[in-house]
């Protein structure tokens, strides 16, 4: 197995971050070319430098041992548009950064004329609308050879195909209908400066009353017609006060008469005399109740005990009576009781039954 790549730059950045000469340099490119940031500007510059560093190097050698290496690289560059095919290495030596970045993808769609401006061009190839033999490209800062450059176009789907698109350079301009204005009111003419500087007379300017006459009380002449006002309003009370009264006391006299009238007599009616109720013998009812009760009472029976009972008035068997006139087969259905036992309730209630008859 292979061991882990050493992570390495790709692209020379410089030594010192502030160096103002070269800030100053930089900052034009940057805004010529469209570049999103300096690290753009750093690319080109480091496939440049590669460029001469190879060159130099060929320089150095025998012309019989650089001439194929030197062919390679005059060919790589004379692809990409950078050199003529008629050039040497001396003339890789005297290429520049402006010649890298003019044969970025971004700026040939601007120079082309397929976008307005350079970050136009950017826009339009990050947001798929440029293509290279119909090939969709989304890489700004791709180096393009002269064969890819008759190839770039407007992607087959885009909206940019259509020459009316607002967003095309060649696109006629959009006119705008006018907005309609009303018509301006024509205004007062302004008074002249004189007269608009001149004051108000001293006499016609109203004078602030003095303290001490805004806090003196009215005059005393004027305090009769408030008395007058008064004295009109009470006479009004009185008499309605008087209005009133006669005709509380109208009402009040109406309605005694109605209550001092005497009131009709009921007509006697006749009355109903009443059959005369059968008397009853005064005689045992208490002792009745009571052997009765007796009767009722379950537990009084030999062998029934309190749950027995509650069991028994539950499924009907309320009364000792109701216990001797059932069947063995009735009072089995009582859960909890056996025949040998419905036999011996059915013979202990006869005989409670019989004795509460005796005694009767």
């Known amino acids: 197995m292979g061991g882990i790549r050493r992570q390495r730059k790709k692209i020379i950045t410089p030594g010192h971050p502030y160096d103002q000469a070269r800030l100053e340099r930089e900052l034009p490119l940057v ?17 440049l430098s590669k460029a001469r560093q190879q060159a130099r190097g060929l320089l150095a050698l025998d012309p019989d041992i650089r001439s194929q290496r030197e062919r390679e690289l005059l060919s790589r560059l004379s692809r990409f548009g950078m050199l003529s095919e008629s050039a040497d290495l001396d003339s890789v030596l005297a290429l520049d950064v402006k010649t890298v970045l003019d044969r970025r993808l971004q700026t040939i769609v601007f120079r082309i004329g397929l976008a307005s401006t350079p970050y136009q ?44 698109h607002p967003s095309r350079p060649q696109a006629p301009p959009v006119v705008e209908e006018p907005e309609k204005t009303e018509k301006p009111r024509p205004k007062a003419k302004p008074a002249p400066k004189e007269e608009q500087r001149k004051p108000a007379p001293k006499e016609e300017q109203r004078k602030p009353a003095p303290k001490e006459e805004q806090r003196k009380p009215a005059p005393k002449e004027e305090q009769p017609r408030v008395i007058e006002k008064k004295a009109e ?12 009264k006669p005709k509380e006391v109208e009402k009040k006299a109406e309605v005694k008469p109605k209550e001092e009238q005497p009131k009709p007599k009921p007509t ?18 208490i002792e009745e109740k009571s052997k009765v009760a007796t009767i009722a009472d379950l537990s009084q029976i030999e062998g029934i005990g309190a749950k027995t009972a509650m069991l028994l008035q539950d499924h009907g068997f309320k009364t000792a009576q109701k216990i001797a006139g059932s069947s063995v087969d009735d009072i089995t259905k ?12 059915i013979k202990n209630a006869k005989a409670l039954v019989k004795k509460a008859g005796e005694g009767k």
């Open 233 to 244: 309003v009470k006479p009004k009370e009185v008499e309605k006060k008087a209005e009133v």
């Open 334 to 345: 009582v859960p909890g009781i056996g025949p040998a036992t419905a036999e011996k309730m």
């Open 268 to 285: 006697p009616t006749p009355e109903v005399k009443e059959a005369p109720k059968e008397k009853k013998p005064p005689a045992k009812p």
């Open 121 to 164: 061009a950017r826009q339009f190839i990050s947001h798929r609308h440029i293509a290279i033999d119909k090939g969709v490209v989304t890489s700004p800062s791709r180096l393009i050879t002269v064969k890819e450059e008759s190839g770039i176009a407007y992607a087959p789907r885009s909206p940019l195909n259509n020459p009316q």
């Open 31 to 47: 805004g010529e070319y469209g570049l999103r940031n300096k690290r753009e500007l750093w690319k080109a510059r480091t496939v």
